[in-house]
RNA sequence: GGCGAGGUAGCUCAAUGGCAGAGCGGGGGAAUCAUAAUCCCUAGGUUGUGGGUUCGACUCCCACCCUCGCCA
């Protein structure tokens, strides 16, 4: 029976550069865990865009004084860059500027109208006479109205940090060209979410016993303590989805409440795009498929409550109204959240105004991959908030991953290479060999159980020890040595070595997959482990836009301990990582801008 | 202010009532296949603070302190 597993990843918000702390809190875990389950034969499906809507795109277009379109479309491409030389395997990586995802989130907004789930309210908002449009509250500044402070934002005075009222700001002007805006009356739907709390309640109380414990516990207490109140998901602006109702289609739905309706409807574009239109259905309606949403703490309450409750509230209608099919059946709900914390950087926040930040694409400039992943999985802030330290990333890379996993291959393959040049043909096993091999066998089962739980940090550390075993091996068997004595005996030895090698390449593989795909070409393998990610561009009613795919056609990777072929010829090995001065490390800290005021960062 | 998470060795982190552990770093030694990488031995902790429950507490309860997030 195939097992489908939906790995949802955060969208990036198409206004800004991909930061580490991005790619460790959702991207990076999302993909070791999806290269995980492919290589265990499930069917897998990464899925993710940019968020191209909402306000702070249309803020910065304006500044910028260009479309909001250019903006995203700006961004949208470096993060296809960022994620294809980090080796981010999205299944499909697209944007919610899609007619699908239009379409889609339409239909959830028809669902869940139908159902009773929405209702309108009239309220007073600032508009813009000159413009001739509401300004979002961001737009809007004046006088606050608790302090008096005269630069206050309509919806949040920064002198005294009180939340604002925005009808009452005083003396109200456009950010924008300086007018003065009205209040005007307007009409807004909500989501019932009163109505949908039992509902939501239930599905956290079930997942709470294996959730982690700050996500579910952060999102019961909210309900626990102030219930769920309605929240308006259309907005008065001409950047976005419009809402599919007669008289409405001036507005557009709110930003929160069709980004993370993408997770469907960029499983439904694969599906189309790979040419299997129904293939959707599999994760979305089977109530075995299993979906995971990675994403950052800050996330939380939008996936664990909100879009829970969109699909608890959409049910079985959404299937009726997109296909035609009745009865519907519901659609799946989250089955884990494993949202991660926060990264922080040499002691303090990330400020991507001062940039106290490591850019995606200009760490890549200066590192590979492999090391980047390896540190940002072995710093990821899984159960708390954690630290990109410099001089730790060096010291990490050299003492570990080059010293323990790179130098074990490459003195393995080295002394192989050079005596063989081949797979040797193993003589009779000592106990000692079979018990090595026992125990890197194992590591499918140990590796694998972490890497089930999204402890991803711990997969890695047990995949480490493991090669940890592997020199311990050596150095008792000491095949430099024994070459001399019995040639055979040190071609069994190597044989173990490599076979140990070659397992431990798997259990490296989602974390390490550029090395691990060396290291299986070096071992004389001509199939890669993995597939390919490719860009396309794809044509629509909207216009058209490139996304990212996986094309796991040629992926030849499995999870199990299978059987180095004797004889196979071996590539001249090259060693699996570079060593790095770790003088650079003071480098890269001038290289940062002032850290964060409020900061005082790491005693050293 | 409310809700929640976290505070364990120099560093990064394990340990859900049963002798407080691992990796890295520090100290000593062995080896020479390997990018001076590796392997063995070793030092190092009043588990944020103060109470309580228990035969027994990092673990459960109460109060407080610190860090972070969400909400107001």
């Given at each position: 029976m195939t097992e489908y597993v939906l790995a949802g990843v955060a969208w990036p918000y198409a206004n800004a550069y991909i930061h580490a702390g991005n790619v460790v809190g959702a991207y990076l875990p999302a993909d070791i865990f999806s290269r995980y389950q492919r290589l265990r034969g499930r069917a897998t499906l990464m899925v993710s865009g940019s968020d191209a809507h909402g306000t702070p795109i249309t803020v910065r277009a304006d500044q910028e004084g260009v479309s909001p379109e250019a903006i995203y479309r700006r961004y949208h491409r470096s993060f296809l860059d960022l994620f294809q030389r980090l080796g981010l395997t999205y299944d499909l990586f697209t944007s919610t500027h899609t007619a699908n995802h239009f379409k889609v989130s339409q239909t959830i907004f028809e669902a869940l109208r139908l159902n009773d789930y929405l209702f309108t309210k009239r309220e007073k908002q600032w508009y813009s006479v000159t413009q001739q449009r509401f300004l979002p509250d961001r737009y809007v500044e004046g006088t606050c109205y608790i302090c008096g402070y005269e630069a206050a934002r309509s919806d949040q005075c920064?002198?005294?940090?009180n939340l604002l009222d925005p009808t009452r700001l005083i003396n109200p002007r456009s950010k924008l060209d300086g007018s003065t805006p009205e209040l005007r009356e307007t009409e807004h739907f909500y989501l019932d979410l009163p109505k949908l709390e039992a509902d939501v309640r239930a599905f956290l109380e079930a997942r709470?016993?294996?959730?982690?414990p700050h996500v579910v516990q952060q999102s019961l207490g909210l309900i626990r303590t102030e219930g769920l109140k309605p929240r308006p998901i259309s907005r008065d602006l001409d950047w976005g989805i419009p809402l599919p109702l007669k008289g409405w289609e001036h507005k557009v739905l709110y930003v929160w409440f069709e980004a993370v309706i993408g997770y469907l409807s960029a499983a439904i574009e694969w599906s189309t795009l790979t040419g299997q239109?129904?293939?959707w259905e599999q994760w979305?309606?089977?109530?075995e498929a299993r979906t995971y949403y990675f994403i950052g703490k800050d996330n939380i309450p939008f996936h664990a409550i909100m879009w829970p409750a969109q699909l608890i509230g959409s049910g079985a209608r959404f299937e009726e109204l997109f296909t035609?099919?009745?009865?519907g059946r519901p659609l799946v709900l989250p089955y884990d959240v494993p949202a991660n914390q926060f990264l922080n950087l040499e002691g303090c926040k990330f400020s991507g105004s001062r940039n106290w930040a490591l850019w995606g694409l200009d760490l890549l400039e200066r590192y590979d991959p492999d090391p980047l992943r390896y540190y940002l999985t072995a710093i990821m802030p899984e159960t708390r908030d954690t630290d990109w330290y410099w001089d730790d990333f060096f010291r990490r890379n050299n003492d570990e991953l080059v010293a323990t996993w790179g130098n074990l291959a490459h003195r393995v393959l080295s002394f192989t290479y050079k005596h063989?040049?081949?797979?040797p043909e193993p003589g009779p096993f000592a106990a000692e060999d079979e018990a090595l091999l026992e125990t890197v066998r194992a590591g499918f089962h140990t590796v694998g159980e972490h890497l089930e739980k999204v402890h991803l940090r711990a997969g890695l550390q047990e995949a480490m020890r493991l090669a940890a075993r592997v020199n311990q091996y050596l150095e008792r068997r000491a095949p430099w040595k024994r070459i001399k004595e019995d040639r055979a005996d040190a071609g069994t030895i190597l044989f173990t070595a490599l076979q140990a090698i070659d397992w431990l390449k798997v259990l490296f593989a989602p974390y390490l997959p550029f090395s691990s795909e060396a290291l299986h070409r070096t071992l004389g393998y001509t199939r890669p482990l993995f597939g390919r990610q490719v860009v396309q561009e794809v044509r629509d009613a909207l216009g058209a836009h490139e996304v990212l795919l996986y094309d796991p056609a040629d992926a030849t990777g499995r999870w199990e301990p299978q059987p180095l072929p004797v004889g196979q010829p071996l590539q001249k090995p090259k060693p699996l990582f570079r060593k790095l001065d770790p003088a650079l490390a003071a480098e890269e800290q001038a290289r940062l801008g002032e850290p964060p005021a409020d900061c005082v960062g790491r005693e050293r």
């Open positions: 920064d002198r005294c940090g709470a016993p294996y959730w982690r239109p129904n293939a979305w309606f089977n109530p035609g099919r009745a009865p063989w040049g081949q797979v």
